[in-house]
Nanobody, 124 residues
Framework: QVQLVESGGGLVQAGGSLRLSCAASGLTFSRTTMAWFRQAPGKEREFVAAIDWSRHNTGYSDSVKGRFTISRDNAKNTVYLQMNSLKPEDTAVYYC?????????????????WGQGTQVTVSS
């Protein structure tokens, strides 16, 4: 069965950095689009970033563009989210998602596979 396991969350001060990882198993990782979503308390889950199987195409939400970088290592079946210049409004549970899609899809409903989430808290 498909498993996505996130790690790397934690507590950081505003302006700091964190790198999230998501290790995938049970699927042909090199053929999947991988994405990160996040959900803050009381808010809907929202798209953060996505990367297609080729690693050449990436997409970001406007709120993180220029601060976050998504990357993947197909040999390790792992996708990463490097988060720099963190702000208190980045505080959320971050979820990894995967599916066999074309391009960098930002539609949550298109992803069938999800991790359990990792908490990121940014203090002011």
């Amino acid at each position: 069965q498909v498993q996505l396991v996130e790690s790397g969350g934690g507590l950081v001060q505003a302006g700091g950095s964190l790198r999230l990882s998501c290790a995938a198993s049970g699927l042909t990782f090199s053929r999947t689009t991988m994405a990160w979503f996040r959900q803050a308390p009381g808010k809907e889950r929202e798209f953060v970033a996505a990367i297609d199987w080729s690693r050449h195409n990436t997409g970001y939400s406007d709120s993180v563009k220029g601060r976050f970088t998504i990357s993947r290592d197909n040999a390790k079946n792992t996708v990463y989210l490097q988060m720099n210049s963190l702000k208190p409004e980045d505080t959320a549970v971050y979820y990894c998602a995967a599916d066999f899609l074309r391009g960098t899809n930002n539609n949550m409903g298109e992803y069938d596979y999800w991790g359990q989430g990792t908490q990121v808290t940014v203090s002011s």
